[in-house]
Nanobody, 116 residues
């Protein structure tokens, strides 16, 4: 069955960096559109970044220039490198796999807390 397992969340000081990982199984990873979303307490889940199977990437304006999404098809893993973290980046971060033909799967999330 499809599984997405996020890891890498932690408590970090403002200005710090983290790298999130999303290990995928149960589907052809190289053909999927991989995305990261986040949800802060009391707020709706919001888009952060996506990477298409062919490699093009898109980012939310709030993270452009600070976050980088990537994928390693040989390892069935997607990554989110987060630099220059701000307190407003505090949220649970979720990995999402989807296909143009339909179908969406979510991971369980990993918590990122940015605080001094």
């Amino acid at each position: 069955q499809v599984q997405l397992a996020e890891s890498g969340g932690d408590l970090v000081q403002p200005g710090g960096s983290l790298r999130l990982s999303c290990a995928a199984s149960g589907f052809t990873f190289s053909r999927s559109l991989m995305s990261w979303y986040r949800q802060a307490p009391g707020k709706e889940r919001e888009f952060v970044a996506q990477i298409l199977p062919s490699g093009p990437k898109n980012y939310a304006d709030s993270v452009k220039g600070r976050f980088t999404i990537s994928r390693d098809n040989a390892k069935n893993t997607a990554y989110l490198q987060m630099n220059s973290l701000k307190p407003e980046d505090t949220a649970a971060y979720y990995c999402r796999a989807s296909w143009i033909s339909g179908g969406v799967y979510w991971g369980q999330g990993t918590q990122v807390t940015v605080s001094s």
